[in-house]
C-alpha cells in the first residue's frame, strides 16, 4: 500500500489526458462515484486504482495526443495482481474494453466521449466487433469493468470535492490478498 501511496503523492499531479483534472483527482472522483453507487469494496479500489498504469509507465500528460496507447491498464493490473483478488485487478485490466464494449452497444455513448477519449479509443483497437463484444461480454467480470468504465467517465470535474486518498487506501487494505 506505501507503495500506491507513493505513486499518487509523487505523480498523482500529472494532468489526466487533457481533461483539466489530475490523476490523483480522476482516481478520486471514480472512487467516489463507485462508492456513492454502493459499489463493493472490491470495486471501489478498482476504480480508485483503474489508471494507476499511467503513474507507472509515465508517457506525459496526454500520450494518446502523441499516437501513444500506454496500455495502462495492463500494467496497472499486473503491479496490483499481487496485492489484490481477481476482483481488483480485472475490471482494471477490462476497462479499455469496457469502453470498446460500450461503444459497440451504444452509439449515443460514443458520441459522450471527450476528444482524448475518442483519440485513445482509436489507438486501443477501435469499437468492438460482433465476435469480440461477445467473448468480452462472457468474460467474468465484464459487467464490473463497464460500471467502472461509466464512473470513469463522469470523473472528470475540476474542483470536485472528494473523500481522501488515506479514506480510500485504508478501505483497500482491508481486502489485500
Known amino acids: 500500500m506505501n507503495r500506491i501511496e507513493t505513486l499518487f503523492h509523487t505523480w498523482g499531479d500529472i494532468q489526466y489526458s487533457g481533461e483539466g483534472v489530475s490523476q490523483l ?32 509507465n509515465k508517457k506525459g500528460d496526454t500520450p494518446s495526443a502523441h499516437g501513444i496507447d500506454d496500455q495502462h491498464q495492463f500494467f496497472a493490473a499486473h503491479f496490483l495482481k499481487e496485492i489484490f483478488p ?3 485487478c480485472s475490471p482494471i485490466r477490462l476497462h479499455v474494453d469496457a469502453k470498446r464494449a460500450l461503444c459497440a452497444l451504444d452509439h449515443a455513448y460514443y458520441e ?5 477519449s475518442k483519440r485513445s479509443l482509436t489507438l486501443q483497437g477501435g469499437v468492438f466487433n460482433d465476435s469480440q463484444l461477445d467473448a468480452f461480454l462472457n468474460s467474468p467480470y465484464s459487467k464490473d469493468a463497464m460500471a467502472l468504465r461509466r464512473w ?6 475540476p474542483g470536485k470535492k472528494t473523500l481522501s486518498l488515506s479514506y480510500f487506501l485504508d478501505s483497500a487494505s482491508t481486502i489485500i490478498v
Do not use: F, N, R
Open 25 to 56: 483527482e480522476h482516481a478520486l472522483q471514480t472512487a467516489m462515484l463507485a462508492l456513492e453507487a454502493e459499489a463493493s469494496t472490491e470495486l471501489v479500489t478498482a476504480a480508485l486504482l483503474h489508471d494507476i498504469g499511467h503513474l507507472l
Open 86 to 88: 481477481a476482483s481488483v
Open 112 to 116: 459522450k466521449l471527450s476528444q482524448d
Open 152 to 157: 470513469d467517465d463522469m470523473a472528470k470535474v
